[in-house]
C-alpha cells in the first residue's frame, strides 16, 4: 500500500482490502490498547496508554501499547494463538485470555520487534498513518462514496 517513494498512495488508488485496513487503523488511532482497556475499563480510562501496535485483520484487530505487546505475542506463540492468524476472531480470543488474568512470564517478548513478528500477522504502527485523517477530513463526498467502505464499522468494539 506505498508507493515506491515510501509515501502512502492515496486511499481512492488502493485496492479495496488496503482501503479497509488503512481506514480501520485511521480509526484505532488514538484508541486505547485493548489490554489496559480491559485492565481498567471506562472508569479509569485516563489510566490506559494509547496503542501504538495493531496486529489482526480489519474489524478483528488488537490494539497493544508497548507494555503489552509482550502479553499478545506470548499469547500468539505460546498460547494457540497463531491458530487464529487471519481470522477475526484473533482479537476476541486474545482479550478473553488476557481478561481471564493470564500474563506473559515476567521479561516475556520485552525486547521483540513487531519486525520480527511472523509473517502471518501483519502488524502496523497507527502513528505511520495519521496524516490519513486529515485525506478523509479533505475528500467530499463523492469520493468517500467511491471508497466504498462502511465508515459506520469503524468504531473500536471492545467486548468485555
Ligand atoms: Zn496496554
Do not use: K
Amino acid at each position: 500500500m506505498f508507493d515506491e517513494d515510501g509515501t502512502l498512495r492515496r486511499l481512492t488508488e488502493m485496492p479495496a482490502d488496503d482501503r479497509e485496513r488503512i481506514l480501520r487503523l485511521t480509526a484505532l488511532v488514538g484508541e486505547p490498547c485493548d489490554a489496559c482497556y480491559i485492565e481498567h475499563g471506562d472508569a479509569e480510562i485516563e489510566q490506559c496508554d494509547v496503542g501504538a501496535i495493531v496486529y489482526g485483520e480489519p474489524m478483528g484487530e488488537v490494539l497493544l501499547c508497548d507494555a503489552h505487546e509482550g502479553d499478545f505475542l506470548y499469547w500468539f506463540r505460546e498460547e494457540g494463538g497463531e491458530e487464529l492468524a487471519g481470522t477475526r476472531e484473533l482479537a476476541n480470543a486474545f482479550q478473553a485470555w488476557f481478561d481471564e488474568g493470564n500474563r506473559a512470564p515476567a521479561g516475556y517478548g520485552g525486547l521483540d520487534h513487531v519486525e520480527e513478528a511472523p509473517d502471518q500477522l501483519p502488524a502496523f504502527d497507527p502513528h505511520e498513518i495519521q496524516g490519513l485523517e486529515d485525506d478523509l477530513q479533505e475528500m467530499d463526498d463523492t469520493e468517500r462514496e467511491a471508497l466504498d467502505v462502511d465508515l459506520s464499522d469503524l468504531d473500536l468494539d471492545v467486548d468485555l
